[in-house]
């Protein structure tokens, strides 16, 4: 801390002395009282006269305070709390980054977060002088400055803060703040870096601000407390794709980020159905509500989930939506030349009215449709088609040709050096080893017969996953692995099972139509593909891509309220349109409309991340450099220095009442 | 007496003592025939004994019928019946003017010297005044005369503190004035050396004097009542002590207490009635103390 004057007159602090003198000179006279004799009171007097010292001292040490405070008072102080800020000359180049993330939507104290970051920032702006140059950053999944580069129209900035509103998106810190470096890159003078925010540990738990040393970083932190608030943190079907009148889980993850538990109505409305149910959520705990409906029809049908609750933290999250694509077949990718090469796979298929076979060419293109699942038989690991089905999303069950490496063979590599042997020559029984799995679930007991039954002739001789990279459905009485369900975040099924005529007769017997069905219908898209296009988080712009050729006039969008969208055509790959939104919409579902038909739906969705209002500790804080953390007075203070004097004559008055009251004391006793 | 008005003896007074009967335990003796039988012979109506002549006895006493049959000298002794004489000795020094309640020591000291002068002259006996300080400012002799009475009052109405305090001083001067033995009454603030003043009385003592010592304090000398500090200045030297009242309360009541210890304890060994007085209750009250 450093102290400036604005009166700098040192010779009055001379009068800091006059108490002394007076005290020196002016000695209390107390009253004469006439007394018949003091021949007792001089032996009783000295023991007074050692008391009185320590008063006298008492008066004079709370005189000769008074005396300097009134003193200094006229000297005018001023406080700085940092001495780099005693350079009166230097531009001041400040930066403003205002989080206006979606957690700043949260209401404290009759205003949101936002709302008060915008004041502080104002406040900042107010105490910038004419030669200060300014700017603000905003601080959401896409930050982005209000002027391109430092200005001094300080007065459109306070406008713009002004009339702000708070976005629905996530937070990009690292990114605003390397934008608030650049925009200081070429400024002058001081640099400052204000972050306006409530420093929401979501946001900020990751960001690792690297600012040059010639930029001062000061956090204002806007929260004031961590509000409850509980929000529907996720929607997903299992299957990600439904069939008609299949049964499909709806599974809502509902999130307390409270420290009490809530009892809470959950909402769901699955296309026209409504159906609702009471949680209980733990505090700071995450429950998954199952909802079971079924498609009545091909297309999407729109899933929103909400909470019925009337206070809580932040209101946006607490609905949230989810597209479910309900088509009239599953689609089952097939290389071109396996149609004619495998009969008994193809009639197998055709065998199940609800299986399109979707023949794969040797290449796929970015236009091209994705199956549901792709059978990749005698395809080597390094066929292209494989790697981008497995990007797409598709299930693929792969047979690796003999031959094949098995380091290249996912979920085998590290088992065994060496390549994938063929062995022939004698018969080889297979036999069920998880009869759990959902492909071999309808199998436990024998009203649907063995699937494993039959016998292979040639076969691979493949080592067992190890570390438990995959999941053996089903094995040969040596114990190789036949099929195998192997772990990732991607779904690939391990294909060890011959289905040529003279390799084994297992696509002859009755039980593999059905097991078939039920290995496809069980291990189709989890994840992934069937939501692109569908699902957005907030701050995205809405995109989607429609088979065919669509003239953009004639392709509408909606929000829920029908009111239209601005839409805009993209280029399109192949034989499809695209279509999305100049900016981010809202949060909400959207339907897109081609003259009157329904084409489907696109929704966007509350970040979860924003939903965990817990903040920044002041040590977390300063971890990320913050210089100070403070509100915007107290950094005017800093900039500006705190005039003192009314602290001085409360001093001032303060040591003169406790001076009257110590004689007061005194004189009573 | 009725017609005359005394600042300290008013009528209203003269009724009230008119009610009191004093023990001949303080008056003793006197050398008129009185009331007061003496063990000591004198000169008197009622005859005692006969004892032989002596030379230097008054020849006046010889009787001369029986030298003239017996060829000797006898003297006639008679049964000695005195009035008693009271030495009233009132204390007049400065310290005497401190005041209680617009009544200073002195005032309330000679309200009882009047008193008393007039109940000893009531029954006929003789009283003397004397007035001192550190010296002897007045010194009227025993008298039972209205007359004397009146002259004694004249003195308490003239008299006003004075100089510092001397009894000790005062009394080894008394003693030459003082011709028969009698009550010695001493009206003092006793602000002095205990050890002095009770050497000064011993010769009272050894004569046969009865001694009677009245202790006039105010309450404020006894418990120091004033507040805060203050510049106490000593009346009589005009000494002056910075003190604070409330910080030496306790001590100086203390250091008070065990002066008037001293002075009792040492009135109690010579045999000497000592009575301490406050001057906010009546005077009075001391005789109720005599008369038990």
Redesign the interface.
């Known amino acids: 801390m450093t102290l400036r004057f604005v009166n700098l007159f040192w010779p009055l602090l001379a009068l800091g002395a006059v108490p002394l003198l007076v005290h020196l000179f002016a000695r209390?006279?107390?009253?004469?009282?006439?007394?018949?004799?003091?021949?007792?009171?001089?032996?009783?007097?000295r023991?007074?006269?050692r008391?009185?010292k320590p008063r006298d001292l008492l008066v004079l040490l709370l005189r000769t305070l008074a005396a300097l405070a009134l003193v200094f008072m006229v000297l005018r102080p001023i406080l700085f709390a940092d001495a780099r800020w005693l350079s009166p000359g230097a531009r001041r180049n400040v930066v403003l980054v205002v989080d206006r993330s979606a957690s700043m939507a949260c209401n404290e104290g009759g205003r949101t977060r936002f709302a008060a970051a915008c004041a502080e920032a104002s406040e900042v702006l107010n105490g910038l002088t004419a030669a200060d140059t300014a700017n603000v950053v905003w601080l959401d999944a896409r930050p982005r400055p209000v002027f391109p580069d430092m200005g001094v129209n300080r007065g459109f900035l306070r406008e713009t803060l002004r009339k702000a509103r708070v976005s629905t998106q996530a937070g990009a810190a690292d990114e605003a703040l390397r934008m608030a470096v650049r925009l200081l890159a070429r400024a002058e003078g001081r640099k400052e870096v204000h972050v306006l925010s409530d420093f929401q540990e979501a946001t900020w738990r990751s960001c690792a601000p690297d600012l040059p040393p010639d930029v001062a970083f000061y956090a204002i932190a806007i929260a004031q407390g961590e509000p409850a608030n509980v929000a529907v943190a996720d929607v997903r079907t299992k299957p990600v794709t439904g069939l008609p009148g299949e049964p499909v889980d709806v599974l809502i993850d509902v999130a307390n980020h409270g420290d009490v538990p809530r009892r809470l109505d959950l909402f769901l409305s699955f296309g026209g159905a409504r159906r609702r149910r009471d949680v209980l959520v733990p505090a700071r705990e995450t429950v998954t509500a199952l909802f079971r409906q079924s498609p009545a029809a091909r297309g999407e049908v729109l899933v929103t989930a909400a909470l019925d609750i009337d206070e809580d933290g932040l209101t946006d999250d607490n609905r949230r939506y989810h597209v479910l694509p309900v088509r009239e077949h599953l689609a089952v990718g097939l290389p071109e030349e396996h149609i004619t090469a495998m009969p008994e796979l193809v009639r197998a298929l055709r065998a199940l009215d609800w299986v399109q076979i979707l023949p794969l060419p040797a290449s796929l293109d970015a236009a091209s449709e994705a199956p549901d699942v792709a059978f990749l038989l005698d395809v080597p690991a390094h066929d292209a088609r494989r790697r981008q089905l497995l990007e797409r999303g598709t299930t693929v069950l792969w047979q690796p040709p003999a031959g094949t490496s098995l380091a290249s063979i996912d979920g085998l590599a590290g088992a065994e050096d060496g390549a994938a042997a063929l062995q022939s020559g004698r018969d080889f029984r297979l036999r069920v080893v998880d009869r759990d799995d959902p492909a071999l679930h309808l199998f436990r007991d024998a009203r649907y017969g063995d699937p494993a039954a039959g016998t292979v002739r040639e076969r691979l001789n493949l080592p067992r996953p190890r570390g438990g990279a995959g999941a053996v459905l089903m094995e040969y009485e040596d114990g190789v692995p036949a099929v195998v369900r192997l772990k990732g975040a991607r779904q690939q099924i391990l294909w060890n099972l011959p289905l040529g005529a003279e390799r084994g007769d297992v696509a002859r017997q009755v039980t593999f139509v059905p097991f078939i069905g039920e290995l496809l219908r069980s291990h189709r898209l989890r994840a992934g593909r069937a939501l692109a296009g569908l699902a957005f988080t907030a701050g995205d712009r809405l995109q989607r891509r429609f088979p065919g050729v669509h003239p953009v006039e004639e392709i509408r969008l909606h929000d829920s309220s029908h009111a239209a969208v601005d839409l805009q055509a993209a280029a399109g790959a192949g034989a499809a349109s695209v279509f999305l939104t100049p900016d981010a919409p809202p949060l909400g579902a959207y339907t897109w409309h081609e003259k009157a038909a329904v084409l489907g739906y696109s929704v966007v969705n509350f970040p979860p991340a924003e939903s965990d209002l817990r903040t920044l500790g002041r040590d977390r804080i300063e971890s990320l450099g913050a210089r100070g953390i403070a509100d915007a007075a107290t950094l005017h203070i800093l900039h500006n220095g705190r005039e003192i004097w009314h602290i001085l004559l409360a001093v001032a008055a303060l040591s003169l009442f406790t001076e009257a009251l110590a004689l007061f004391a005194?004189?009573?006793? | 007496m009725s017609g005359t008005r005394f600042k300290y003896l008013r009528p209203e007074d003269i009724r009230r003592l008119q009610s009191y009967e004093f023990a001949p335990r303080i008056f003793a003796e006197g050398y008129l025939s009185g009331r007061h039988r003496s063990r000591h012979r004198g000169s008197s109506i009622e005859f005692r004994d006969y004892r032989q002549y002596v030379p230097g006895d008054d020849l006046a006493l010889v009787d001369w019928r029986v030298f003239a049959r017996t060829d000797r000298h006898y003297l006639r002794t008679f049964e000695q019946e005195t009035n008693m004489e009271c030495h009233i000795f009132l204390d007049s020094s400065a310290s005497m003017g401190f005041r209680h309640n617009d009544l200073s020591k002195l005032e309330y000291a000679s309200f009882f010297a009047a008193a008393l002068a007039w109940l000893v002259v009531r029954h006929g006996d003789r009283v003397s005044l004397q007035v001192f300080d550190d010296q002897i400012r007045h010194f009227s002799p025993p008298g039972s005369t209205q007359r004397h009475l009146h002259t004694l009052m004249h003195v308490l109405e003239d008299n006003a503190p004075g100089n510092p305090t001397s009894i000790a001083n005062a009394l080894r001067r008394s003693h030459p004035l003082l011709t028969r033995r009698g009550t010695l009454v001493v009206v003092s603030d006793f602000l002095d050396d205990a050890g002095a003043v009770f050497s000064a009385l011993s010769p009272y003592l050894h004569r046969g004097f009865r001694i009677h010592l009245v202790h006039l304090l105010t309450p404020g000398e006894l418990d120091l009542r004033s507040a805060g500090l203050h510049t106490f200045i000593d009346m009589e030297t005009g000494e002056r002590v910075v003190a604070h009242a409330g910080q030496i309360r306790e001590a100086y009541r203390q250091a008070m207490q065990d002066h008037i210890g001293g002075l009792r304890a040492a009135a109690a060994r010579r045999r000497v009635d000592y009575c301490l007085a406050t001057i906010d209750t009546h005077h009075y009250r001391l005789f109720d103390r005599f008369s038990q």
């Open positions: 209390t006279r107390p009253p004469a009282l006439r007394f018949s004799s003091v021949l007792f009171l001089r032996r009783v007097a023991h007074t006269m008391m009185r005194f004189e009573r006793r």
